[in-house]
């Protein structure tokens, strides 16, 4: 199955659940896009002291995960793209959804 996952909050427990989720899914044999949107591309700044967004998220990367962010949003929030959220555009975004067999978007 190919998962599209995208992914609009910076609230560390949601970003490590989803990237927990996404991280099931490679090991379980599906690919997984991810599209980092809005507040999404603050996710691998993120620190916790209970949940650790960076860490599932540097595993998902390594283990063959796709991550795209939106450039727009990285430039309203001036930062700038990364191994971790390379700037990508709509139509990346839409062409994850048009791709997906299944669609998950974590607000």
Not at 24 to 41: K, N, Q, R, Y
Not at 54 to 78: E, F, I, P, Q, W
Not at 100 to 107: C, M, Q, S
């Amino acid at each position: 199955m190919q998962l599209g996952l995208i992914l609009e909050t910076n609230d560390p427990e949601r970003v490590w659940n989803a990237f927990r989720l996404a991280n099931t899914a490679l090991e379980s044999g599906h690919s997984v896009e991810t599209f980092l949107l809005g507040d999404g591309v603050d996710a691998p700044d993120l620190d916790h002291e209970k949940f650790n967004p960076h860490g599932v998220m540097r595993k998902y990367a390594n283990d063959g995960g796709t991550l795209l962010a939106c450039g727009t949003c990285l430039d309203s929030r001036d930062i700038e793209p990364d191994e971790l959220r390379p700037r990508s555009t709509m139509d990346d975004c839409l062409r994850v959804v048009e791709d997906a067999d299944k669609v998950l978007t974590i607000g």
